[in-house]
């Protein structure tokens, strides 16, 4: 039992010495099947302009096989900022958002480098790669927000056939006797807004102080009058999000794309190894 105890032990320290002697860039990647090259790389930035390149710097080598050539490979993420407030109301703040990010396009190949053995560096003991990969110009970020003035293709082409009425009921469902009187005044729907309107005087504040409120029924809950209601339906999704104090359509739509960046470094055999993946954002 102690000799194959010391055996074990022996060929573990032999193992770890011959790993020591080269650069290791694998970079908690599990290795299975034939053994490809090692490689790391750094790119030049986190952020890149659409349309422009992105410089790297790589490392690597085999102990294996000769090195046959290199390649950039990387994914696309679409990010989709979407938002739309109703500036109206009195009681609440009515504000719809959402932020998604999805994988718009399946990690593909970039671009291809050839190996040539001049590349080798005496001091890193790998060969070193300095070059760049492009990025598209249909890649760059779009904006569509507070506009002065409204366009419904846009609002159906970024946010879809339903969204105007489903935000539109949804601010409805919240209204309350404040929220109406604020709108409608606001927007000039009503005259006299009073006329539809019930009052009841509150003690607790006062000899004389009256509340305001919609008509109340037996049971004493307030109800909409149905002059206050019909007036609803005539109001279209552009004037509830319509911010009349600073000029513009409370509505904001952002399309953003980013990359997850790989290198392949492929031997003679046609077996590959590769980089830890560099998340970039695209500007």
Known sequence: MKTKT??????????????????????EQTITGKVGPEAYWEVGSAV?????????????????????????W????ETLDKSVTCPWTATFTYTLSSNVTQQKRVSQLIKEYAHVQDLWSDSLHAFLLEDAFPV?????????KQPVQFDSAKMVQYFGDAYMQEFKDAVHQ?????????????????DDFLQYTDSTEDKNQGEGVYV???PKNAEGE????????????????AELIENSA??????????????NAIMRVYDIRGVYGRTVSKHIEIN
């Open 6 to 27: 010391i055996i074990m032990a022996i060929a573990a320290m032999t193992l770890v010495v011959t790993s020591c002697a080269k650069h290791d860039f694998f970079d």
């Open 48 to 72: 890149v302009s659409a349309g422009t390149s992105m410089d790297f710097s790589a490392q690597y080598y085999s102990s294996v096989s000769e090195i046959d050539h290199s390649e950039v």
């Open 74 to 77: 990387y994914d696309i993420e």
């Open 136 to 144: 598209s110009g249909t890649l760059a970020p779009f904006e569509w």
């Open 174 to 190: 919240k209204m309350t006797y404040a929220d109406y009187r604020k709108m409608y005044v606001g927007m000039g729907k009503l």
């Open 212 to 214: 305001y409120h919609f």
């Open 222 to 237: 307030e109800v909409v009058p149905y002059a206050i209601d019909s007036i609803w339906e005539t109001i279209g999704f």
């Open 246 to 259: 600073n000029g513009y359509y409370d509505v904001e739509y952002k399309r953003s794309y980013s990359l």
